[in-house]
């Protein structure tokens, strides 16, 4: 968990309060990828991508969590952060907070 605090906070420094979009763009950045190629990797245009990195759009939890998929991000945070982002847009004051849930055998 450390780690995963640790990489939170260098972006929160970097870029602001962590958004969907912010941690897309870092995540993007970190790989040293263009937002062309970026855009390609997860099947979006260009324009579309620098919409969701400038928060201007925010994508369903179901998109968002494709995106996670495809770029190996953990879920969890992902849903987190688009709940929080569309909370914001409302400009209701609450912290959104999610947990992974463990499967159960059936």
Known sequence: MGTKRTG???IEKRYGRL??????KSHREGEE???VVMAEKLGLSKQSLNDLEHGRKIPSIGR?????KK???????????VLQ?????????????????????S
């Open 8 to 10: 939170i906070a260098e």
């Open 19 to 24: 958004t969907f979009g912010r941690l897309l």
């Open 33 to 35: 990828l263009s937002q």
């Open 64 to 68: 968002a969590v494709q995106i996670a």
């Open 71 to 81: 770029i190996g991000l953990m879920e969890d945070l992902i849903v987190q952060l």
């Open 85 to 105: 982002d569309q909370v914001d847009r409302e400009k209701i004051h609450v912290k959104v907070t999610v947990a992974p849930v463990t499967k159960r055998a």
